[in-house]
């Protein structure tokens, strides 16, 4: 909600919607095709664009470098994901802050 109504700006490249698409067709998140499409479509209307450059850093889940590499290169204020664990460096240094999605509405109400 925060993204549809602009306090939020995302961020993005064509690897995280392939990410998203990937992911929210996972059977457990049990999400309707068309309203998957649509909100695919909807967030890939709105998300600034980003050309990201590849970052020296292991992370526990190297699929999520992506966020990480677009987050740097957007000039993001903070990454926001309910896997915070999947953004500690096993090597290399993060310096933005992971923010869980609680994290980050706390600080929109300060």
């Known amino acids: 909600q925060l993204v549809l109504q602009g306090a939020v ?10 990410e998203y698409d990937e992911v929210t067709a996972r059977p457990r998140f ?9 909100l695919l479509e909807v967030l890939s209307n709105i998300a600034e ?10 992370l526990p889940d190297p699929d999520d470098r992506i966020f990480v590499e677009v987050a740097v290169a957007g000039g993001a204020d903070a990454i926001v994901t309910g896997n915070a664990r999947h953004f500690i460096p096993k090597r290399g240094e993060l310096t933005m802050p992971v923010l869980s ?4 509405v706390d600080r929109l109400r300060r």
């Open 49 to 58: 664009p980003v050309i990201a450059s590849p970052l020296r850093l292991s």
């Open 30 to 38: 049990d999400f309707d095709q068309r309203e998957r499409r649509t």
């Open 101 to 104: 999605p609680r994290q980050l």
């Open 9 to 18: 700006t995302l961020l993005a490249d064509s690897r995280i919607f392939a």
